[in-house]
């Protein structure tokens, strides 16, 4: 995945371009706001939705 991720009080975004283990080309945004995690743990379950991403398409 080629993206950027961005922080600003309460609100975690990831978005960027993935190409998946088929070779399909995607653009993902994944943007999370007023969680009561971590934001370490928010950041891996964003990992895991992309992963879940890449292996699905």
């Known amino acids: 995945m080629h993206g950027k991720t961005g922080y600003v009080s309460g609100v975690r975004a990831l978005s960027g371009y993935l190409e998946s283990a088929?070779?399909?080309p995607l653009v993902v945004s994944i943007i999370t706001n007023n969680y009561t995690e971590s934001t370490s743990y928010v950041d891996s379950v964003q990992e895991e939705i992309i992963q879940q991403?890449?292996?699905k398409y």
């Open 53 to 55: 991403i890449y292996y």
């Open 22 to 24: 088929s070779g399909q």
